[in-house]
């Protein structure tokens, strides 16, 4: 299976700032993957997929980058709303895996 | 509004069985492949199994295989999960999840709100 090594863990941040979180690949995955938001108690919700494609209502400030095996999620400037916790998903090959989350919080 | 329900969760004793069900509405169901996704408590998110709008492809988490049987139909609208021979480590919430194609890009863009699966003696 694909191992997605998603980094970091955590992340404590300020309104305004700019966030880079970062999904490694243990193989070539294309750009076969997505960037998912989660709130608590909450599902889910897909902010990016084939890497940089901005999913229908999600705000521009959310951008996705690389190809292969890295892989790179940017917020430019944290909202309130924004904190939460972010896993990237790859949809390359079965199994599906998700990377460990990145949960970001208020500094 | 598109949406997905999931129901069927609950308690249940090691080694026994439970079916999750997901109504799916205000889409063309039977275009999209589906997914269901688990979360155990304070942990991540975990794919489990797809399958195809005809249900002519099917995969698995290696953890569920064997165990676990994903089906659906199209004329209810409903995609199903079978879970057999239950184990503590399959407690979750099980999300049902909708698949689709953006040319040749695959992504799971609707989620429904999860029902709790809870594997207890």
């Known amino acids: 299976a694909i191992q997605m090594t998603q980094s970091p863990s955590s992340l404590s941040a300020s309104v305004g700032d700019r966030v880079t979180i970062t999904c490694r690949a243990s193989?070539?995955?294309?750009?076969?993957l997505g960037w998912y938001q989660q709130k608590p108690g909450k599902a889910p919700k897909l902010l990016i997929y084939?890497?940089?494609s901005l999913q229908s209502g999600v705000p521009s400030r959310f951008s996705g980058s690389g190809s292969g095996t890295d892989f790179t999620l940017t917020i430019s400037s944290l909202q309130p709303e924004d904190f939460a916790t972010y896993y990237c998903?790859?949809?390359?090959?079965?199994?599906?895996?998700f990377g460990q989350g990145t949960k970001l919080e208020i500094k | 509004e598109v949406q997905l329900v999931e129901s069927g969760g609950g308690l249940v004793q090691p080694g026994g069985s439970l079916r999750l069900s997901c109504a799916a509405s205000?889409?063309?169901?039977?275009?999209?492949?589906m997914n269901w996704v688990r979360q155990a408590p304070g942990k991540g998110l975990e794919w489990v199994s797809y399958i195809s709008s005809g249900s002519s492809s099917i995969a698995y988490a290696d953890s569920v295989k064997g165990r676990f049987t994903i089906s659906r139909d199209n004329a209810e609208r409903s995609l199903v999960l079978q879970m057999n021979s239950l184990r503590d480590e399959d407690t979750a919430v099980y999300y049902c999840?909708?698949?689709?194609?953006?040319?040749?890009?695959?992504?799971?863009?609707?989620w429904g709100k999860g029902t709790t699966v809870t594997v207890s003696s």
């Open positions: 999840v909708r698949g689709s194609l953006f040319k040749s890009y695959y992504y799971m863009d609707v």
């Open positions: 084939a890497t940089y």
């Open positions: 193989q070539d995955i294309r750009n076969d």
């Open positions: 205000e889409f063309t169901f039977s275009s999209h492949s």
């Open positions: 998903l790859q949809d390359f090959s079965y199994p599906y895996t």
